[in-house]
């Protein structure tokens, strides 16, 4: 069969030193490490994200609200849906741990608080 040989402008050994020689088998598939997280890059990505809770929770709960408020002909609805989406944004953020500092800890996940690390006296 003509043309079985190597192509060229590709190598026909394995440089990479993996068994099957997969471009794909050099990426790791393993779990972020502890830098590598979601929000790892100095919290940028995780202020993008609270902001990003704040006004998704200020858009929804206002238009609930003015709904509401043309449903049952009031005026205030709305405004109470632009704080109660506000509240909602920052709790959601802070449940998932955006809106505090993240200092990486092995012993389970749990945060202690200073001075608490020695132990009791």
């Not at 709960?61 to 009031?74: A, Q």
């Amino acid at each position: 069969m003509a043309g079985t040989g190597p192509r060229p402008g590709r190598a026909s050994g394995n440089a990479s030193g993996n068994a099957s020689g997969n471009a794909s088998d050099t990426l790791s598939d393993a779990p972020p490490q502890d830098g590598e997280g979601r929000f790892s890059n100095g919290g940028y990505n995780a202020g993008i994200a609270v902001f990003s809770y704040m006004i998704g929770g200020i858009a929804v709960w206002s238009l609930i609200g003015w709904g509401l408020d043309n449903l049952l002909d009031t005026r205030w609805l709305v405004l109470a849906g632009a704080f109660l989406g506000a509240a909602g944004g920052f709790y959601l953020s802070h449940m998932h741990n955006l809106t505090r500092s993240h200092t990486p800890n092995p012993q389970g996940g749990s945060r202690l608080t200073s001075g608490a690390e020695d132990g009791p006296e």
